[in-house]
């Protein structure tokens, strides 16, 4: 299973903006996805924007025209750069990945999360 970091949450105003970094550590493996999901208290974890490798992306639509997710295939390393932060954006966001080893072998991984609150 890929390790993987994230960082760039905090507290915020309503309007402001963060960038969240995920690193995927080791070595040997190829990130085939990434993608980021949120989860506040009470509710589902659900999917706010995913990048392939070729650079296709999917946003939910809540997030669509404020959020934008990219990836630096060299760094193994996804951003999601949020502007015009609500708070309904308030949540625990993680970073997940799906990765194949160099031998051929498939690996995915789930971040620890990382806390992004928006204050009204």
């Known amino acids: 299973q890929v390790q993987l970091q994230e960082s760039g949450g905090g507290l915020v105003q309503a309007g402001g903006s963060l960038r969240l970094s995920c690193a995927a550590s080791?070595?040997?493996?190829?990130?085939?996805?990434m993608g980021w999901y949120r989860q506040a208290p009470g509710k589902q974890r659900e999917l706010v924007a995913q990048?392939?490798?070729?650079?296709?992306?999917n946003y939910a639509d809540s997030v669509k025209g404020r959020f934008t997710i990219s990836r630096d295939n060299t760094k193994h390393t996804v951003y999601l750069q949020m502007n015009s932060l609500k708070p309904e954006d308030t949540a625990v966001y993680y970073c997940n990945a799906d990765a194949t080893y160099y031998s051929g072998i498939s690996a995915r991984g789930w971040g620890q999360g990382t806390q992004v609150t928006v204050s009204s």
């Open positions: 080791g070595s040997a493996f190829s990130i085939n996805a």
């Open positions: 990048i392939t490798k070729g650079g296709s992306t």
